[in-house]
C-alpha cells in the first residue's frame, strides 16, 4: 500500500519566505503560480523574454523575469516547461543558477528517468506531479477542491525536501484530495503508459473506431459522434463520483448487460493485457523515451505533426466541433471542468 498525505500532514509555513519561480506558464504553469500566489507565497514566473505568456501572466498579477533571472532568484525552482525541451533549457538557463541548498522540482519524471537532466549534489530533487491537467488543477483550486497528487523525492540534500514537496503540494491544493508517495522512476513508467494506453492513447481508439463502425453502417455522423465521444464523458463522470458500479446505478439494466456482454469482444481481456505489456516493456526499457527524444531532435516532429493534421481532418473531429458550438454554452472555450 502506498503512503498517503494530506492537509494535516503538509505545513504550508515551511515555504513562508521562500521564493518560489514557475518556469513556464502553460497548463500546470499557470496553474501552480496562481494557486501558490493565492495561498499566500511569494512566486516569480520565468519565461524567455519574447514569449506570448509574458503579458499572460502579467495581466494576472504576476511577476516575470527570465528564465535564467528567475532561476537565480528562486530557492524552490518548479520546470513546468513542455518535457522535450527542458534538458535544453536546464543545461543552459537552469544550471548554471542553481545555488546549494535550492529545490528542482518537476511535475513529471521524465527526464529524470531517462537521464536527460541530471542534477548536481546539494540540491534537493522534488516531485509534485498533479494527476490531471493544469486547468483542472486551477479551477479546483478555485472551487475549494484540489487535484491529487504524486510526490516523489529524487535527492534530499537538505534533509527536507518531503515536508517542503508536501507544502507545495499544499500550496497548489492538492493536499486536500490526498497525494501518494511515489519515486521518479514509477511516476515515469505509470504516467507514460496510463496515457497511452487507457486515457489517451486507448480511449481515443476506442471512440474512434466506435465512431467510423457506426458511419460506415450507414448512421448519421451526428448520431456517431453523440453516442460514442460525446457521452463518453457523461459515462466516466459517474465513474469518477462513486465507481463502476455507480455508472452501472445509473444506467439501464440493459446497458449494463450489454456491457458484460461485448466488453470482452471488443477489448480481448488477455489480448489486450499482453499487448498493454509490451507498451509497458517499451516505456520500461526506454525505447519510447529515445523514439519520442528522436522525434524531436533527428526527425524535426514529422511523424508527430502529420497525426496532428490526420486527426484535424477526420470526421468525428469536424462534427464534434459543429455540434459542441450550437450547445448553448458552446462559446465558453474555458477549459475549467471543476463546475460542470
Ligand atoms: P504546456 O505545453 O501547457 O506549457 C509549456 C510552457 O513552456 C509554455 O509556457 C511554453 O511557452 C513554454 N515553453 C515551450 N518551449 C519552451 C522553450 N524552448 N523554452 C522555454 N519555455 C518553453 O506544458 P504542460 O502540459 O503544462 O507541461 C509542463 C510539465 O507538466 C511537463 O513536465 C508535463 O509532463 C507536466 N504535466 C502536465 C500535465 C498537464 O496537465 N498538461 C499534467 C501533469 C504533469
Ligand atoms: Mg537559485
Known amino acids: ?49 519574447n514569449s506570448s505568456r509574458v503579458k499572460e501572466a502579467t495581466d494576472a498579477g504576476l511577476k516575470v523575469m527570465n528564465i535564467a533571472e528567475a532561476a537565480k532568484w528562486g530557492d524552490i525552482i518548479m520546470i513546468l516547461i513542455n518535457d522535450e525541451v527542458q534538458a535544453d533549457v536546464y543545461n543552459k538557463d537552469i544550471l548554471p543558477n542553481l545555488s546549494k541548498g535550492n529545490a528542482l522540482a518537476f511535475a513529471h519524471g521524465f527526464n529524470i528517468r531517462y537521464k536527460q537532466i541530471v542534477v548536481p549534489e546539494g540540491i534537493d530533487v522534488f516531485m509534485a506531479a498533479p494527476k490531471g491537467p493544469g486547468h483542472t488543477v486551477r479551477s479546483c483550486y478555485k472551487a475549494g477542491k484540489g487535484v491529487p497528487c504524486l510526490v516523489a523525492i529524487e535527492q534530499n540534500a537538505t534533509g527536507n525536501a518531503l515536508s517542503l514537496a508536501l507544502a507545495y ?10 497525494i501518494m508517495e511515489t519515486t521518479f522512476n514509477d511516476e515515469t513508467e505509470t504516467d507514460l503508459f496510463g496515457e497511452q494506453c487507457v486515457l489517451c492513447g486507448g480511449v481515443v481508439d476506442l471512440m474512434q473506431c466506435g ?11 451526428e448520431n456517431a459522434y453523440f453516442e460514442c465521444i460525446h457521452e463518453l464523458k457523461l459515462i466516466v463522470d459517474l465513474i469518477n463520483k462513486g465507481g463502476i458500479q455507480a455508472m452501472n446505478y445509473s444506467i439501464s439494466d440493459t446497458a449494463e448487460f450489454g456491457e458484460y456482454v461485448s466488453g470482452e469482444r471488443v477489448i480481448p481481456h488477455e489480448e489486450t493485457k499482453e499487448r498493454m505489456k509490451k507498451v ?53 472555450t474555458n477549459l475549467d471542468t471543476a463546475s460542470n
Request: proline share 1%; charged share 30%; with cysteine.
Open 169 to 178: 503540494i499544499a500550496g497548489i491544493g492538492g493536499a486536500k484530495a490526498g
Open 1 to 49: 500500500m502506498a503512503k498517503m498525505y494530506y492537509e494535516k500532514d503538509c505545513d504550508l509555513n515551511l515555504l513562508k519566505g521562500k521564493k518560489i519561480a514557475i518556469i513556464g506558464y502553460g497548463s500546470q504553469g499557470h496553474a501552480h503560480a496562481l494557486n501558490l500566489r493565492d495561498s499566500g507565497l511569494d512566486v516569480v514566473v520565468g519565461l524567455r523574454e
Open 280 to 332: 509497458l516493456a517499451d516505456i520500461k526499457n526506454g525505447s519510447f523515451a529515445e523514439r519520442w527524444i528522436a522525434e524531436n531532435k533527428t526527425n524535426g516532429r514529422k511523424f508527430f505533426n502529420s497525426m496532428r493534421e490526420k486527426l484535424k481532418d477526420h470526421q468525428m473531429e469536424i462534427i464534434g466541433k459543429e455540434l459542441r458550438e450550437n450547445m448553448i454554452w458552446g462559446k465558453d
Open 211 to 221: 465512431f467510423e463502425v457506426l458511419v460506415e453502417s450507414g448512421y448519421e455522423p
